[in-house]
């Protein structure tokens, strides 16, 4: 990553803790997720990994539509959002307000959180639906792991990938 993205990512994590944003240390995060307006209301356990454009809504801006009619007068929907321990949080997904997600739970690109994740599952799509387990997935990717020489993998990645994913044609 360039070192001006990175001064970037820096300046708005730092930005979003002084607004009160909880998140443990040893959080990774690959690009610049959008912490969103609340970002005091968001708190992010150990050991999680934020994908980019990763999008934090702790808010339903949608009541604006009605809040100043006298029925609906200054109704506004606010929520915490909690990532527990232990979490992928995939490109390109959306939290919405009042979710909490995992512990040990990967939500996978793309997707809409609309409601809470459970523990040790994987969770894809728009609405995000439970696809399987943690541990089903675990075995998944062991099954199809291939066998990469991890030294030469380490000196040339790019080499090692397409010596087992070469090019179609």
Not at 41 to 55: A, F, M, R, T, W
Request: with cysteine; aromatic share 12%; net charge positive.
């Amino acid at each position: 990553m360039g070192f001006l993205l990175r001064w970037f990512q820096d300046y708005r994590l730092k930005k979003a803790k002084a607004a009160g944003l909880q998140i443990a240390d040893d959080c990774r995060m690959e690009g610049l997720p959008f912490f969103g307006t609340e970002p005091y209301l968001i708190s992010i356990g150990k050991h999680v990994l934020i994908s980019s454009k990763v999008v934090f809504l702790t808010h339903d801006g949608s009541t604006y539509l009605f809040r100043d009619t006298p029925e609906y007068h200054r109704v506004m929907k606010f929520g915490r959002i909690t990532v527990h321990d232990n979490c992928f949080l995939g490109y390109g997904c959306t939290i919405l307000p009042g979710v909490s997600i995992g512990p040990n739970a990967i939500v996978a690109a793309g997707a809409v959180v609309t409601k809470d994740v459970p523990p040790n599952s994987v969770v894809g799509g728009v609405p995000a639906k439970v696809l399987t387990t943690l541990s089903d997935y675990a075995d998944k990717c062991k099954q199809a792991n291939l066998p990469y020489d991890f030294e030469n993998f380490d000196r040339d990645k790019r080499g090692e990938l397409l010596k087992h994913l070469p090019y179609p044609w």
